[in-house]
């Protein structure tokens, strides 16, 4: 007699968070409250987990109230990125809710005289013989959550239609719903005025108040600058005045911008090395090229914002609320700044206009709280101007990849080394004794920021994520040197490291594939021996009609691939370019496989949207500066896509039901700003090794003969 197979274990986060309680709520009068600890931050995340949970109960997605995360009350998920949404939560919630229906069945057959595999489920209510009824909210009472989840739950129902998404009637039609939109009663506005660079501080010859000028309260600690009024007007201008008359000394220089290439690889390093296969085969020819991509900021749609309530004589003494993507994270770092024991604070999310990974929402909730406990018992809105988040927010790093590739004599890749130079992808809260928040560092007495590290392989990665090809060659050796110095403040950005090890990779494939005369798509597939990834490949190629139409002058195509982290969701894309005085995408054929689709217009919505933005990245994004600090501080001098140079983008996904879910958040910025340099090398005959792909990038290839 052979023993069952063992239950799977429970989910990562149901494991981490194991009450039912912490997730579902059977409420009264046919309502349910979902319990989430992921946030929405745009990209739809809350009408899929709602469509999981609906599912699982079995009702009517109409009755479920998606509950806004805050500390205490949601489960503890850590930060909402890493495109880990579905493959946490999700999970999580589907099993919760499939034992929680579980528990309900139970006790309705109890109750009915019945057995539980009899009876039938129809939005809640458990019909029985005789067509006897009860629903889960009659029985509210008699089942307890108060337990921990089990393994081994009966199967979901899928029903596999899309819903609505639940936030977008408020943003179409402009009804309050943002953070920016809170406006309480006796609200005082906050703004803080933020140093050139890492450790300036101010003159102390100079009268802050006097240069803040009437009309405002002024908040100084150390390099803390911060000022309040009941006015919002008025605290604008009294900013502004110390904008400009205020003067700094001190501080950590910034690199040379003309030289950034050589500057990441002259720092001091931290380096990791990861290799892959035995010793290297004989070679007959090895090409090396070196990569760059420079600092990238976030853009939010909006300046980051925060709201905070001091109240000293209160259990809770801080109280916020932020777009955050980490609100148990942000309260960690809040209680080392505060002194004050977690429990003390609360934090509560509010939806945000923007946020592409860690930008300075984290920030600005600090500063909220230091300028609330200048103001005990009122409310304190702490708003950043566009200047402030564009040069006061943590930037993507830049990056150096420098690969060479070995060619046996069959036209096989057969060695292959990759190296990078980069400062860490991730300083956000929460993760380290020290605080990393901006302000933390200013006020007197502050610790300086930590430097910033890389996740670990086993969560991603940081800027070695997606370093390793996938494709099958022999020997590999991938060597991260994480830069141990750090005058540009660096933090996670969506994609992280993969935008340029897959920019890399992809390009050296072509570079390849041209030294051996072979198609660019028959070599990757002679390369790869995973299924998944040649199906997507493939389906690319056919979609994309690969090198079947005709190019005029300086027209070109382009194809790249990647999987994401190397273990989630599988993507390919072909681009068509039009090189004239600079670089226009016309056309994005994206192919994705992300798992089981729980909401196919979701999945679609995701890459396309991340697909554009990694446009924008490839054609225009880079951080500028100056020794003396960052110059890139308005559209002008920061330019993003405009509305008029969005290509048409068509994303095919290869629907794989039963296979677990991935996220699909990052999977196509890496292969997006691969295919297209690879489509500019197609139309000009010029390998593209610097991002963004600019009139002066291209004049520079052009010179040095790329």
């Given at each position: 007699?052979?023993d069952?197979?063992?239950?799977?274990?429970?989910?990562?986060?149901?494991?981490?968070?194991?009450?039912?309680?912490?997730?579902?709520?059977?409420?009264?009068?046919?309502?349910?409250?979902?319990?989430?600890?992921?946030?929405?931050?745009?990209q739809g995340?809350?009408?899929?987990?709602?469509?999981?949970?609906?599912?699982?109960?079995?009702?009517?997605?109409?009755?479920?109230?998606?509950?806004?995360?805050?500390?205490?009350?949601?489960?503890?998920?850590?930060?909402?990125?890493?495109?880990q949404?579905?493959?946490?939560?999700?999970?999580?919630?589907?099993?919760?809710?499939?034992?929680?229906?579980?528990?309900?069945?139970?006790?309705?057959?109890?109750?009915?005289?019945?057995?539980?595999?009899?009876?039938?489920?129809e939005?809640?209510?458990?019909?029985g013989?005789g067509?006897a009824?009860?629903?889960?909210?009659?029985?509210?009472?008699?089942?307890?959550?108060?337990?921990?989840?089990?393994?081994?739950v009966?199967?979901?129902?899928?029903?596999?239609?899309?819903?609505?998404?639940?936030?977008?009637a408020?943003?179409?039609?402009?009804?309050?719903?943002?953070?920016?939109?809170?406006?309480?009663?006796?609200?005082?506005?906050?703004?803080?005025?933020?140093?050139p660079?890492t450790?300036?501080?101010?003159?102390?010859?100079?009268?802050?108040?006097?240069?803040?000028?009437?009309?405002?309260?002024?908040?100084?600690?150390?390099?803390?600058?911060?000022?309040?009024?009941?006015?919002?007007?008025?605290?604008?201008?009294?900013?502004?005045?110390?904008?400009?008359?205020?003067?700094?000394?001190?501080?950590?220089p910034?690199?040379?911008?003309?030289?950034?290439?050589?500057?990441?690889?002259?720092?001091?390093?931290a380096?990791?090395?990861?290799?892959r296969?035995?010793?290297?085969?004989?070679?007959?020819?090895?090409?090396?090229?070196?990569?760059?991509?420079p600092?990238?900021?976030?853009?939010?749609?909006?300046?980051?914002?925060?709201l905070a309530?001091?109240?000293?004589?209160?259990?809770?003494?801080?109280?916020?609320?932020?777009?955050?993507?980490?609100?148990?994270?942000?309260?960690?770092?809040?209680?080392?700044?505060?002194?004050?024991?977690?429990?003390?604070?609360?934090?509560?999310?509010?939806?945000?206009?923007?946020?592409?990974?860690?930008?300075?929402?984290?920030?600005v909730?600090l500063?909220?709280?230091?300028?609330?406990?200048?103001?005990?018992?009122?409310?304190?809105?702490?708003?950043?101007?566009?200047d402030?988040?564009?040069?006061?927010?943590?930037?993507?790093?830049?990056?150096?990849?420098?690969?060479?590739?070995?060619?046996?004599?069959?036209?096989?890749?057969?060695?292959?080394?990759?190296?990078?130079?980069?400062?860490?992808?991730?300083m956000?809260?929460?993760?380290?004794?020290?605080?990393?928040?901006?302000?933390?560092a200013?006020?007197?007495?502050?610790?300086?920021?930590?430097?910033a590290?890389?996740?670990p392989?086993?969560?991603?990665?940081?800027?070695?994520?997606?370093?390793?090809p996938?494709?099958?060659?022999?020997?590999?050796?991938?060597?991260?040197?994480?830069?141990?110095?750090?005058?540009?403040r660096?933090?996670?950005?969506?994609?992280l490291?993969?935008?340029?090890?897959?920019?890399?990779?992809?390009?050296?494939?072509?570079?390849?594939?041209?030294?051996?005369?072979?198609?660019?798509?028959?070599?990757?597939?002679?390369?790869?021996?995973?299924d998944?990834?040649?199906?997507?490949?493939?389906?690319?190629?056919?979609?994309?009609r690969?090198?079947?139409?005709?190019?005029a002058?300086?027209?070109?195509?382009?194809?790249?691939?990647?999987?994401?982290?190397?273990?989630?969701?599988?993507?390919?894309?072909?681009?068509?370019?039009?090189?004239?005085?600079?670089?226009?995408?016309?056309?994005?054929?994206?192919?994705v496989?992300?798992?089981?689709?729980?909401?196919?217009?979701?999945?679609?919505?995701?890459?396309?949207?991340?697909?554009?933005?990694?446009?924008?990245?490839?054609?225009k994004?880079?951080?500028?500066?100056?020794?003396?600090?960052?110059?890139?501080?308005?559209?002008?001098?920061?330019?993003?896509?405009?509305?008029?140079?969005?290509?048409?983008?068509?994303?095919?996904?290869?629907?794989?039901?039963?296979?677990?879910?991935?996220?699909?958040?990052?999977?196509?910025?890496?292969?997006t700003?691969a295919?297209?340099a690879?489509?500019?090398?197609d139309?000009?005959?010029m390998?593209?090794?610097?991002?963004?792909?600019?009139?002066?990038?291209?004049?520079?290839a052009?010179?040095?003969?790329?």
């Amino acid at each position: 007699m052979t023993d069952a197979p063992a239950a799977p274990p429970l989910p990562k986060s149901l494991a981490a968070n194991p009450l039912l309680s912490q997730w579902v709520r059977i409420g009264a009068e046919g309502r349910i409250d979902i319990l989430p600890g992921k946030v929405e931050i745009g990209q739809g995340i809350a009408t899929a987990l709602l469509k999981m949970a609906a599912e699982a109960l079995e009702v009517d997605p109409a009755r479920i109230r998606m509950v806004r995360p805050a500390t205490g009350d949601s489960p503890d998920e850590g930060v909402t990125s890493g495109s880990q949404s579905i493959q946490d939560c999700g999970r999580a919630l589907r099993h919760v809710c499939a034992e929680v229906r579980d528990l309900f069945r139970a006790e309705a057959a109890l109750r009915l005289g019945a057995d539980a595999g009899a009876l039938g489920l129809e939005d809640g209510t458990f019909v029985g013989p005789g067509n006897a009824r009860l629903s889960y909210w009659e029985l509210e009472d008699a089942v307890s959550l108060e337990r921990a989840a089990t393994a081994g739950v009966r199967p979901v129902r899928r029903t596999g239609l899309d819903l609505a998404r639940i936030d977008l009637a408020d943003k179409v039609f402009g009804r309050p719903r943002f953070i920016h939109d809170m406006r309480p009663e006796g609200m005082l506005h906050g703004r803080v005025v933020l140093p050139p660079r890492t450790g300036s501080s101010p003159r102390r010859d100079q009268d802050l108040a006097a240069l803040a000028g009437p009309g405002v309260q002024l908040v100084a600690d150390g390099a803390f600058i911060g000022l309040l009024s009941d006015d919002e007007r008025s605290v604008d201008q009294a900013a502004a005045r110390l904008r400009e008359k205020l003067g700094w000394e001190g501080g950590t220089p910034l690199p040379d911008e003309a030289t950034l290439g050589d500057w990441l690889r002259a720092q001091p390093v931290a380096p990791v090395v990861e290799q892959r296969g035995g010793p290297a085969e004989p070679a007959v020819q090895t090409l090396a090229r070196s990569f760059l991509k420079p600092f990238i900021a976030h853009g939010s749609m909006a300046p980051s914002c925060a709201l905070a309530l001091w109240s000293p004589d209160e259990a809770e003494i801080l109280r916020v609320w932020t777009h955050s993507q980490g609100i148990y994270n942000l309260r960690a770092d809040l209680s080392v700044v505060f002194g004050l024991p977690p429990e003390r604070i609360r934090v509560e999310h509010v939806e945000g206009a923007g946020c592409y990974g860690h930008n300075p929402a984290d920030d600005v909730a600090l500063d909220a709280a230091l300028l609330a406990r200048a103001a005990p018992g009122r409310v304190v809105r702490a708003q950043m101007s566009r200047d402030e988040e564009l040069g006061g927010g943590p930037f993507a790093p830049a990056m150096r990849v420098d690969v060479e590739a070995d060619l046996d004599a069959s036209g096989r890749l057969c060695g292959w080394r990759h190296t990078i130079w980069s400062n860490g992808h991730s300083m956000r809260p929460g993760r380290s004794k020290a605080s990393t928040l901006r302000a933390a560092a200013h006020v007197s007495g502050g610790a300086p920021w930590p430097i910033a590290i890389n996740m670990p392989a086993s969560n991603g990665g940081g800027a070695d994520r997606n370093s390793m090809p996938l494709y099958d060659i022999p020997a590999a050796c991938v060597t991260n040197n994480r830069l141990t110095v750090m005058p540009i403040r660096t933090s996670a950005m969506r994609a992280l490291g993969a935008f340029a090890n897959v920019f890399a990779i992809e390009s050296m494939m072509d570079e390849a594939a041209l030294a051996v005369g072979e198609d660019a798509v028959a070599f990757r597939l002679r390369h790869l021996s995973d299924d998944r990834a040649r199906a997507v490949i493939l389906e690319a190629a056919r979609l994309g009609r690969w090198r079947e139409a005709p190019r005029a002058d300086g027209e070109g195509q382009g194809f790249a691939f990647a999987r994401y982290k190397n273990t989630g969701a599988y993507c390919a894309v072909v681009a068509d370019v039009a090189c004239t005085d600079e670089v226009r995408v016309n056309r994005l054929l994206v192919v994705v496989d992300v798992g089981e689709v729980i909401s196919h217009d979701g999945v679609v919505n995701q890459v396309e949207g991340g697909a554009i933005q990694a446009t924008s990245w490839a054609l225009k994004e880079a951080v500028h500066f100056s020794p003396e600090g960052i110059l890139s501080r308005s559209w002008e001098d920061y330019p993003i896509l405009r509305f008029s140079e969005v290509p048409a983008v068509a994303v095919h996904v290869l629907d794989r039901p039963d296979a677990p879910p991935m996220g699909a958040g990052e999977a196509s910025q890496g292969p997006t700003g691969a295919a297209i340099a690879n489509a500019v090398h197609d139309a000009l005959g010029m390998r593209m090794t610097r991002f963004p792909l600019t009139r002066d990038t291209l004049i520079e290839a052009m010179e040095l003969g790329q």
